[in-house]
């Protein structure tokens, strides 16, 4: 990370690279979830075990099981490739990267809403329906449930 970053002024190139950066960043982050939680079972199934002299896997068998490391050997070479090692050079463009980290994890459906938050949704549509919104806002809904 650079020292000094500009503090005005909007370089839409630095802003651009840091979005991609960002983007593949998250979503080597996503890929990485699956492999990360198998570790952790596996320390946590095998802390106890060797406390107690009992090995669970022998040491050739764990020589063979990493041969391949998934995040290692495919997801972060990829992840690199994909320029998730770029750093911003702008304020503006660390808040982009930031960001756009996020998007992997956004909800891609519509979330239910507790009863409590439904019945606010429903005051809240009888609201809109006395100030003639209610069609307005029906069609955006129905364009985001597509």
Do not use: W
């Not at 930031?98 to 606010?120: C, D, I, K, M, V």
């Amino acid at each position: 990370m650079p020292t000094q970053k500009e503090k005005s002024g909007l370089n839409m190139q630095d802003i651009a690279l840091s979005a991609q950066s960002g983007l593949a960043r998250g979503v080597e982050s996503a890929l990485s979830l699956p492999d990360l939680a198998g570790r952790g079972i596996s320390f946590l199934l095998e802390k106890p075990m060797s406390l107690l002299g009992i090995e669970r896997i022998t040491p050739e068998e764990k020589e063979k099981s990493e041969i391949l490391d998934i995040r290692r050997d495919i997801v972060e070479p990829v992840a690199t490739a994909a320029g998730a090692r770029y750093e911003p050079q702008t304020v503006a463009g660390e808040l982009t990267q930031r960001t756009a980290e996020l998007l992997p994890f956004a909800p891609t459906r519509h979330l239910l809403l507790p009863p409590r938050l439904q019945s606010q949704d429903t005051l809240l549509k009888r609201l809109l329906k006395k100030l003639g919104l209610e069609r307005d806002c029906s069609l955006q809904h129905e364009s985001l449930e597509r």
